[in-house]
């Protein structure tokens, strides 16, 4: 349970859990609300996994360049997370979902141009059939 591949798939199925637990759970509410109720149980289950296994930290042991970064990511998360759930109140899962997952496509960008990170030419075109599939899989005909 070491390797990031199967940390990966696990990632992916439960992604896909919450597009189909989330269409059928916002049928009745708003997504914002939506999106709350489900940022509450995120946070109680992370809560009592980081007392559970010990791994709780104190604040203080943060450095400030971690709290920045952190913080942006989880604005970005909420933004992220409220947008997905519009997007899932308004139209079919199975065509929200792999839209949402052009951020694959965006990670790559941004980790090439932001981070320095670097990619064979078969990973690019892996990341451009991704975004090809995306939008065919967005396409109502």
């Given at each position: 349970?070491?390797?990031w591949q199967v940390w990966a798939l696990f990632s992916a199925v439960f992604a896909a859990l919450t597009a189909i637990f989330a269409k059928v759970g916002i049928e009745q509410i708003g997504s914002d609300f939506a999106t709350f109720i489900r940022?509450?149980?995120?946070?109680?289950?992370?809560?009592?996994?980081?007392?559970?296994?010990?791994?709780?930290?104190?604040?203080?042991?943060?450095?400030?360049?971690?709290?920045?970064?952190?913080?942006?990511?989880?604005?970005?998360?909420?933004?992220?997370?409220?947008?997905?759930?519009?997007?899932?109140?308004?139209?079919?899962?199975?065509?929200?979902?792999?839209?949402?997952?052009?951020?694959?496509?965006?990670?790559?960008?941004?980790?090439?141009?932001?981070?320095?990170?670097?990619?064979?030419?078969?990973?690019?075109?892996?990341?451009?059939?991704?975004?090809?599939?995306?939008?065919?899989?967005?396409?109502?005909?």
């Amino acid at each position: 349970m070491s390797s990031w591949q199967v940390w990966a798939l696990f990632s992916a199925v439960f992604a896909a859990l919450t597009a189909i637990f989330a269409k059928v759970g916002i049928e009745q509410i708003g997504s914002d609300f939506a999106t709350f109720i489900r940022t509450c149980v995120i946070l109680v289950v992370v809560a009592g996994i980081l007392f559970a296994s010990g791994q709780w930290q104190p604040l203080a042991s943060v450095s400030s360049r971690a709290w920045i970064f952190l913080v942006l990511s989880g604005l970005a998360t909420g933004a992220s997370w409220l947008c997905y759930f519009r997007a899932l109140k308004l139209g079919d899962a199975a065509r929200v979902a792999p839209v949402d997952k052009l951020s694959v496509v965006f990670v790559a960008v941004f980790g090439a141009l932001l981070l320095g990170e670097s990619l064979s030419l078969l990973n690019w075109l892996g990341v451009l059939l991704i975004a090809g599939g995306a939008v065919l899989v967005a396409l109502k005909i």
